[in-house]
């Protein structure tokens, strides 16, 4: 299965889902909180990480769903 990386971005006008190096937006909003469930559900779906950015550009936060590039460690 190839590696997905969904974006949650602000433009000057709303908020989008974008995936990594796709030239459109899968789906824009008003809201930040909007886009976060649209596009966690759609990471979910797809297993994919979901990368959240604040209003400035910089990385918030990232979630993976499934298909984590760098997974955790177990301690044993």
Known sequence: MAYKEYHVTKTTSAW??????AERAVKTFEKKEDALQYGRA???NQK????????D????????????????????
């Not at 994919?48 to 209003?55: G, M, S, T």
């Not at 550009?57 to 990232?62: A, L, M, N, T």
Request: glycine fraction near 6%.
């Open 16 to 21: 989008k889902i974008q995936e990594a190096n």
């Open 57 to 76: 550009g910089k990385i918030q936060d990232k979630r993976s769903f499934g298909n984590d590039p760098c997974p955790p460690k177990d301690k044993r």
């Open 48 to 55: 994919a990480e979901l990368v959240i950015h604040k209003a």
């Open 42 to 44: 759609l990471a979910q």
